[in-house]
């Protein structure tokens, strides 16, 4: 298997709803309605948001936007927002049958050396509390619990230069 990391562009605007929908239907099945999925994925990632957030990615610097490729085949991808020395990854979603084969931590990992050009100095996420395996994947890649939001667990991690 060979996994290459890039930059996300327009053409993979409908593969990313593809994987988030499918995603999501995996990790919050005991969680949420597919009703509810399925509304939360045409808004969150209508075609006209995912396009937008990807031209920013492309042209700006406060997004981070990067897909895992499994021989050619996008698998998985990530989304980091920055403000200042700050950053907020928002998602990370792989298409199920990829999980536990280190791409998440390679989408990371990559991630983060983008981070360290910018001098990044802390990275914060929200995971649902009752996501197991993100929350298990978050802290064997150095984030650490650091307060509870409603439904959701604040995790961080911290950089130094
Ligand atoms: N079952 C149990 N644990 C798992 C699984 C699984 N199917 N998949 C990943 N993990 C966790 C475990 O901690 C595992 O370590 P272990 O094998 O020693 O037990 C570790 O992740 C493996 O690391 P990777 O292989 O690098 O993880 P992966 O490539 O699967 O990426 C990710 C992790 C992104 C969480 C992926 O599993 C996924 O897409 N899950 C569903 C979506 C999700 O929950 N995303 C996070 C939402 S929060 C947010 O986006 C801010």
Same mark, same amino acid.
């Not at 996994?3 to 988030?20: G, Q």
């Given at each position: 298997?060979?996994?290459?990391?890039?930059?996300?562009?327009?053409?993979?605007?409908?593969?990313?709803?593809? !994987?988030?929908?499918?995603?999501?239907?995996?990790?919050?099945?005991?969680?949420?309605?597919?009703?509810?999925?399925?509304?939360?994925?045409?808004?969150?990632?209508?075609? *006209? $948001?995912?396009?937008?957030?990807?031209? /920013?990615?492309?042209?700006?610097?406060?997004?981070?936007?990067?897909?895992?490729?499994?021989?050619?085949?996008?698998?998985?991808?990530? *989304?980091?927002?920055?403000?200042?020395?700050?950053?907020? @990854?928002?998602?990370?979603?792989?298409?199920?049958?990829?999980?536990?084969?280190?791409?998440?931590?390679?989408?990371?990992? *990559?991630? *983060?050396? !983008?981070?360290?050009?910018?001098?990044?100095?802390?990275?914060?996420?929200?995971?649902? $509390?009752?996501? /197991?395996?993100?929350?298990?994947?978050? $802290?064997?890649?150095?984030?650490?619990?650091?307060?509870?939001?409603?439904?959701? @667990?604040?995790?961080? $991690?911290?950089?130094?230069?």
């Amino acid at each position: 298997m060979s996994t290459t990391i890039k930059k996300l562009t327009a053409e993979d605007v409908d593969a990313l709803i593809e !994987i988030a929908r499918e995603s999501w239907k995996w990790t919050y099945r005991d969680i949420y309605s597919n009703e509810f999925i399925e509304s939360w994925i045409s808004e969150k990632y209508s075609k *006209e $948001k995912i396009l937008n957030e990807i031209i /920013r990615s492309l042209s700006n610097f406060d997004i981070i936007f990067l897909g895992a490729l499994v021989n050619s085949t996008l698998t998985g991808f990530i *989304e980091l927002k920055i403000i200042a020395d700050k950053a907020e @990854l928002l998602r990370l979603y792989l298409k199920p049958e990829y999980t536990r084969r280190g791409i998440g931590k390679l989408l990371v990992s *990559e991630a *983060e050396k !983008i981070m360290n050009t910018k001098c990044i100095a802390e990275c914060r996420l929200y995971v649902h $509390k009752q996501n /197991r395996i993100g929350i298990s994947f978050y $802290k064997k890649n150095g984030f650490e619990v650091k307060d509870i939001d409603g439904e959701d @667990l604040v995790m961080e $991690k911290n950089y130094t230069y």
